[in-house]
């Protein structure tokens, strides 16, 4: 499975080029030539490098290899670079790769949506070549912890809310991962309980007053628990049903969120989100011009 593409002189300096990079031995890695480098018409003018493909080796190439050559392959193709922070295995299964990159914005996206959308593709190409799951848990800047604070206190902020009128209060479309977070932040309240709507990965939560708590009568509403137990099961049903959105917008989204997060803090109601248009794959490690 091709995994990166490096641009080089020629063949050996592709493969010294991308073992450097992936921080393997050469023989875990396979070459072949997409395009050969030019000289230029009879030596002169500027030289064209060559466009070389590589290819894991099953059984020999390890998973996050894999999935650093995947990751880099769909960032760089959408224009943005990254340093890859930590690999790590968590309790659950999850597979935590963490990122840094000067473009960190403009990688999360509004909500995420743009971090989501990358972790999904790469989910989905690297199980191609692992054939299981390998429930990757992308992360960057600390993105995910503060994302999950700021979705339990909108919880409890909008759980408020739903006491005080008796009205329910819908959420705007989240993907399991998330929607699993609101449903444990009011789990144990007395007073209102949460449904997921909706089809398809994105979905919506309906927060609603209880019929046995005491204020504001609430409104008619059948509500059952509905807290997903893997949210990546929940993906590789609806993968080939479910269009991934990627923002490719010029200006960063993500400190627009941050605005909009304290506004809906504070009170106000949550914006709903649209996202733009679908990028993927193939890169390049290095130029040599």
């Given at each position: 499975m091709q995994i990166l593409e490096t641009h080089a002189n020629n063949e050996k300096e592709a493969i010294q080029l991308s073992s450097e990079y992936l921080g393997i031995s050469k023989d875990e890695l396979e070459l072949q030539i997409f395009q050969k480098a030019s000289g230029g018409f009879l030596g002169l003018g500027t030289k064209i490098p060559g466009i070389y493909h590589i290819y894991a080796v099953e059984g020999k190439t390890p998973v996050d290899v894999v999935i650093k050559g995947v990751v880099s392959t769909i960032l760089h193709k959408m224009g943005y670079k990254a340093k890859f922070v930590r690999f790590e295995t968590q309790e659950d299964g999850k597979?935590?790769?963490?990122?840094?990159?000067?473009?960190?914005?403009?990688?999360?996206?509004?909500?995420?949506?743009?971090?989501?959308?990358?972790?999904?593709?790469?989910?989905?190409?690297?199980?191609?070549?692992?054939?299981?799951?390998?429930?990757?848990?992308?992360?960057?800047?600390?993105?995910?912890e503060r994302r999950a604070e700021h979705l339990a206190e909108l919880a409890k902020k909008l759980a408020s809310q739903v006491m005080k009128t008796g009205k329910?209060?819908?959420?705007?479309?989240?993907?399991?991962?998330?929607?699993?977070?609101?449903?444990?932040?009011?789990?144990?309240?007395?007073?209102?309980?949460?449904?997921?709507?909706?089809?398809?990965?994105?979905?919506?939560?309906?927060?609603?007053k209880k019929k046995t708590a005491t204020g504001a009568p609430p409104e008619a509403y059948d509500m059952e628990s509905d807290i997903p137990e893997d949210f990546s099961e929940e993906y590789q049903e609806d993968s080939q049903n479910t269009a991934i959105l990627v923002e490719t917008d010029s200006k960063s989204d993500y400190e627009?969120?941050?605005?909009?997060?304290?506004?809906v803090l504070s009170g106000e109601e949550p914006v709903d989100s649209r996202d733009g248009n679908t990028m993927i794959l193939e890169t390049q490690t290095k130029k040599n011009r």
């Open positions: 597979l935590y790769v963490e990122i840094s990159s000067p473009h960190a914005g403009f990688i999360i996206g509004k909500r995420g949506k743009t971090l989501e959308a990358v972790q999904f593709l790469a989910n989905l190409i690297v199980e191609k070549f692992i054939h299981r799951q390998p429930k990757i848990l992308l992360d960057l800047e600390n993105y995910r329910s209060r819908l959420l705007d479309p989240l993907n399991p991962y998330e929607r699993r977070i609101i449903h444990l932040a009011l789990q144990d309240s007395e007073n209102v309980e949460t449904k997921s709507e909706g089809n398809g990965v994105y979905k919506r939560i309906r927060i609603t627009k969120e941050q605005e909009e997060e304290h506004r």
